[in-house]
């Protein structure tokens, strides 16, 4: 298995420009999570799934940001409208089971100019 | 809600120094916690767990219920302990909700 696969890798986009952030998590893991990472506030959980579920999105900073999970192999983060402060990198991770190790992807560095 | 704190953004030591990264957690029942590391330019993953009490690279941790601590020490520090450093706990009864302190970026200087 590649491991967690995250695309883009690196997105520059405009202000009020939508981005869509992609993930593929490890075959046969049923939790999937997004997390934000920057200096200031180290790395934040936005949402986490379990079995394609939605099971807390309380870190979702506003309604700008939505998340889906249409499949157990496919999960995507949305910001619309962008804004310079979303600027970071976001973090897909899956894993197995409850406290079991969580996987990480390589990330994606956004730049909202 | 469950707290992670990791009070040291940077910690320089010397190579064959000892080292001590920080982590706090607040939450009244018994959670999971684990360290994770992010070397440069590689994913983040797992170091260790405490229900594992195990030594990995020379690191150890204990869980301190008494001071809500996790604390991670090594005797010696390498160079190749250079890197990013992230506390973590899941709760009982929290379904799967791996929460993360800031992080302390660790410089082992020669």
């Known amino acids: 298995d590649a491991g967690v696969i995250q695309s883009p890798r690196h997105e520059v986009t405009e202000m009020g420009q939508e981005v869509t952030l992609r993930c593929k998590p490890i075959?046969?893991?049923?939790?999937l999570f997004w997390y934000r990472q920057t200096m200031m506030r180290g790395l934040e959980l936005l949402i986490y799934?379990?079995?394609?579920?939605?099971?807390?999105d309380s870190g979702m900073p506003e309604d700008r940001f939505s998340a889906k999970m249409p499949n157990a192999s496919f999960s995507t983060l949305k910001i619309q409208p962008s804004e310079p402060r979303d600027s970071a990198v976001y973090f897909c991770?899956?894993?197995?089971?409850?406290?079991?190790?969580?996987?990480f992807g390589q990330g994606t560095r956004l730049t909202v100019v | 809600a469950q707290r992670v704190t990791q009070p040291e953004k940077l910690l320089s030591v010397f190579k064959g120094a000892p080292v001590e990264l920080k982590c706090n957690y607040s939450?009244?029942?018994?959670?999971?916690l684990f360290w994770y590391v992010q070397y440069s330019r590689q994913r983040l993953q797992l170091l260790l767990r405490?229900?594992s009490r195990e030594s990995i690279k020379g690191f150890t941790a204990d869980l301190n219920k008494g001071e809500t601590s996790f604390h991670l020490k090594k005797p010696f520090a390498q160079e190749e302990d250079s890197a990013m450093y992230y506390c973590?706990?899941?709760?009982?009864?929290?379904?799967?909700?791996?929460?993360f302190g800031t992080g302390t970026q660790l410089k082992v200087e020669l």
């Open positions: 991770a899956s894993s197995l089971a409850r406290a079991a190790e969580a996987f």
């Open positions: 075959s046969g893991h049923n939790s």
């Open positions: 799934f379990n079995n394609n579920v939605p099971i807390d």
């Open positions: 939450y009244s029942g018994s959670p999971e």
């Open positions: 405490h229900i």
């Open positions: 973590a706990l899941i709760i009982t009864g929290g379904g799967n909700k791996l929460t």
